[in-house]
């Protein structure tokens, strides 16, 4: 009888660095580029509207009306609005896996739920009633005065969120540093020359307006979209075996300084 003829030994699991972090410049990029054609849409269209008449002029106004970023209700929001709802159940999915600062990520989860919704209905705009109030003390008259009252309340949520973004691996907590600059350059920075301009022009809006509101929510989708990009470049791959999991790092809550957060 021939000799048995050996078994091969069992594969040896993939080695730990056989998984690589999701890709955050790609999935940003995307996410960007969706943001600048809708805006490029929307200025065609307007641009179209203007120059033209009759029903293609007509037309093209029904065109700029579903891709202006200036409104509600239209795909512009719904896409800005998505943005807020795929950030908030990541990290609401990443809150459940318990990891390491689990109440900062059901914090942020909420906030960024909550920015869903507030994206598509303006929730914000009802802090004009306090807004106002605070404005009658001022040397200068703002267009938009919710933002006395919006951007102290983001530097306390930005605060509380803080130690949650410095324990994440140095891509992430530099790609979420670089959306939250961005998004509030455009909400609070641009919001406030907005509102300057309405103000300049007996709050009337023309065309400096709505370019200025086009660079604005440009500036808020692309903090968004860095943003998010960061907290999906949390998820590694092991292309080897299809296998997904959640960075390590962010499961013992390693800190820059190479500490354990307890």
């Known amino acids: 009888m021939p000799p048995e ?37 929307a200025l065609a269209s307007l ?18 009306w579903y891709f202006d970023v200036g409104r509600e209700y239209n795909l512009a929001t719904w896409y800005n609005s998505g943005l807020w709802l795929v950030m908030g159940a990541l990290a609401a999915a990443i809150a459940v896996a318990r990891p390491a ?9 909420g906030v960024a739920l909550f920015a869903s919704v507030d994206e598509y209905l303006e929730v914000h705009e009802r802090l004009d009633v306090p807004g106002d109030v605070l404005a009658q003390h001022l040397p200068v008259e703002i267009g938009f005065t919710w933002v006395l009252v919006g951007a102290p309340i983001a530097l306390v949520v930005g605060a ?14 530099l790609g979420v540093l670089l959306g939250g600059a961005l998004f509030l350059t455009g909400a ?8 300057r301009i309405l103000v300049a022009n ?35 791959y092991d292309a080897g075996r ?3 999991r959640l960075d390590p790092a962010v499961q013992v809550g390693r800190v820059r300084a ?3 957060v307890p």
Do not use: C
């Open 160 to 173: 509380l969120l803080l130690r949650l973004v410095l324990s994440l691996p140095r891509r992430a907590t």
């Open 202 to 236: 007996d709050m009337v809006v023309d065309n400096a307006y709505i370019y200025s509101t086009m660079v604005e929510e440009l500036l808020e989708m692309s903090g968004v979209a860095v943003a998010l990009s960061a907290l999906v470049s949390l998820i590694q």
């Open 47 to 64: 641009l179209g509207h203007q120059r033209t008449e009759g029903r293609l002029s007509e037309n093209l106004h029904v065109v700029f």
């Open 188 to 195: 609070v920075g641009i919001e406030t020359i907005n509102g």
């Open 242 to 244: 299809g296998v997904l």
């Open 101 to 109: 600062l689990h109440r900062s990520w059901w914090l942020l989860a």
């Open 5 to 41: 003829t050996p078994r091969a030994p069992d594969a040896p699991a993939p080695a730990p660095d056989a998984f690589r972090p999701l890709t955050l410049h790609k999935v940003a990029l995307g996410l960007i580029v969706v943001a600048v054609v809708i805006i490029l849409i």
């Open 258 to 260: 190479g500490a354990s």
